[in-house]
């Protein structure tokens, strides 16, 4: 009964192509993230969606398209992968937008060849 | 802008050790402050939080004081042990400011030898 559940864990993929992310938290928070934690650690946040509307859009190429069918659930979707996207991605979620903690899934590790 | 500063890890300890990692911030607002850990292979989990000034988080062991005049919130520990090793993030959230986001610093590794 993970709280907090994003699939794939791994996903190695060669430049060029397009792949998506799920997310889906069991937890009936409103409140649900993205976040991109690069090589060196470095979390930042990406997006936020509250209710299924888009509440933070961090500066992030356009190639990354969130998409969030209920508050559930918040995909991320990436176009034309580039070596630059190689990098843990992280879905969390809280009760409320601002609400702390925030409860994050175990990360999606993405490699891009 | 809200940013956290951090200090560089990674920090080796022996167990038993004292832990002490350092952690200022700025922020327009009065914000809240958070001090988060990542296991390896893990996401984050909330360690401990102060929401005021002169609050002290405290959870396993680990402790931080909202320092308001020094704009810190360093986490300290007495007794370390191995399976304390990971990654520790401080971070604010400052919804007074409108900002509905975590601002995390850049993560400290510790790693500790029995």
């Known amino acids: 009964d993970t709280a907090v559940s994003q699939t794939p864990k791994y996903l190695v993929t060669q430049m060029g192509n397009d792949k998506s992310i799920k997310c889906e938290q069991n937890?009936?928070?409103?409140?649900m993230y993205w976040y991109k934690q690069d090589s060196k650690k470095f979390l930042k946040i990406m997006f936020s969606y509250n209710n299924k509307e888009l509440i933070i859009n961090e500066t992030v190429p356009n190639r990354f398209s969130p998409k969030s069918p209920d508050k559930a659930h918040l995909n991320l979707h990436i176009n034309s992968l580039e070596l630059g996207d190689s990098a843990v991605y992280f879905c969390?979620?809280?009760?409320?937008?601002?609400?702390?903690?925030?409860?994050f899934g175990d990360g999606t590790r993405l490699s891009i060849l | 802008g809200n940013s956290v500063t951090q200090m560089e890890g990674p920090v080796t300890l022996s167990e038993e050790a004292f832990l002490t990692i350092n952690c200022t911030y700025t922020a327009t607002g009065y914000p809240s402050l958070f001090w988060y850990v990542q296991y390896p292979g893990e996401g984050l989990q909330l360690l401990l939080k102060a929401t005021k000034a002169d609050d002290k988080g405290s959870n396993k062991g680990f402790e931080a004081t909202y320092r308001k005049e020094t704009t810190s919130f360093h986490l300290e520990k007495g007794s370390v042990q191995v399976s304390d090793s990971a990654v520790y993030f401080c971070a604010l959230s400052d919804t007074e400011a409108g900002s509905y986001q975590l601002t995390f610093g850049k993560g400290t590794k510790l790693s500790v030898i029995p």
């Open positions: 937890l009936g928070h409103d409140t």
């Open positions: 969390a979620s809280s009760l409320r937008a601002g609400d702390q903690p925030q409860h």
